[in-house]
């Protein structure tokens, strides 16, 4: 999967006329179908589990409407190793602080012992799939090359989504 630069830009058409495709972000990932289900309208709801990462080494021709890449994953090899211990450890404070304020400015209810429980790195990465971020704002939580880096990001878009300023309206999220 990779998006387009241009979120929602895909398959819209301009008074019955298809504009050219929107260039595409340069870092995708590699997903395994974990689920996936048929709706009424015969839409398919699918749910991918992230395996790799990859950057974007050439775009090939569509093929019956499906745009296609190219994928190099070198970049991102150490996304396949189990044994990958680059994680180390996170400020956690730092962390659960903006994100008490993130679920209370949205009355959402947690199991905080559960959360102190969680390991660093499975609390950050399932933060930024489940927080409900823009599309550029996952984008950029994908392309961060370290825990480090991806727990600076997390935390800075829970602070900026609990950030107001008078008379403003608080990011969506």
Same mark, same amino acid.
């Given at each position: +999967?990779?998006?387009? %630069?241009?979120?929602?830009?895909?398959?819209?058409?301009?008074?019955?006329?298809?504009?050219?495709?929107?260039? !595409?972000?340069?870092?995708?990932?590699?997903?395994?179908?974990? +689920?996936?289900?048929?709706?009424?309208?015969?839409?398919?709801?699918?749910? @991918?589990?992230?395996?790799? %990462?990859?950057? @974007?080494?050439?775009?090939?021709?569509?093929?019956?409407?499906?745009?296609?890449? &190219?994928?190099?994953?070198?970049?991102?090899?150490?996304?396949?190793?189990?044994?990958?211990?680059?994680?180390?450890?996170?400020?956690?404070?730092? @962390?659960?602080?903006?994100?008490?304020?993130?679920?209370?400015?949205?009355?959402?209810?947690?199991?905080?012992?559960? &959360?102190? /429980?969680?390991?660093?790195?499975? !609390? &950050? &990465?399932?933060?930024? +799939?489940?927080?409900?971020?823009?599309?550029?704002?996952? /984008?950029?939580?994908?392309?961060?090359?370290?825990?480090?880096? !991806?727990?600076?990001?997390?935390?800075?878009?829970?602070?900026?989504?609990?950030?107001?300023?008078?008379?403003?309206?608080?990011?969506?999220?």
């Amino acid at each position: +999967m990779i998006q387009p %630069r241009e979120p929602g830009s895909e398959g819209m058409t301009r008074g019955g006329v298809v504009p050219p495709s929107p260039p !595409l972000y340069t870092t995708g990932c590699a997903g395994r179908i974990s +689920m996936f289900s048929e709706t009424d309208d015969n839409r398919y709801l699918i749910t @991918l589990v992230g395996v790799c %990462r990859f950057e @974007l080494a050439e775009e090939l021709p569509s093929t019956r409407g499906y745009r296609r890449v &190219v994928p190099n994953f070198t970049p991102w090899r150490t996304d396949l190793d189990p044994q990958n211990t680059e994680h180390g450890t996170i400020d956690r404070e730092s @962390l659960i602080r903006p994100l008490r304020a993130y679920f209370a400015a949205r009355n959402i209810t947690t199991d905080w012992d559960a &959360v102190a /429980q969680t390991p660093d790195d499975r !609390l &950050v &990465v399932t933060l930024a +799939m489940n927080c409900p971020f823009e599309p550029q704002e996952r /984008q950029a939580l994908l392309e961060c090359k370290s825990m480090a880096e !991806l727990t600076r990001a997390v935390t800075t878009l829970l602070e900026m989504a609990t950030t107001t300023t008078p008379g403003s309206e608080p990011a969506k999220h």
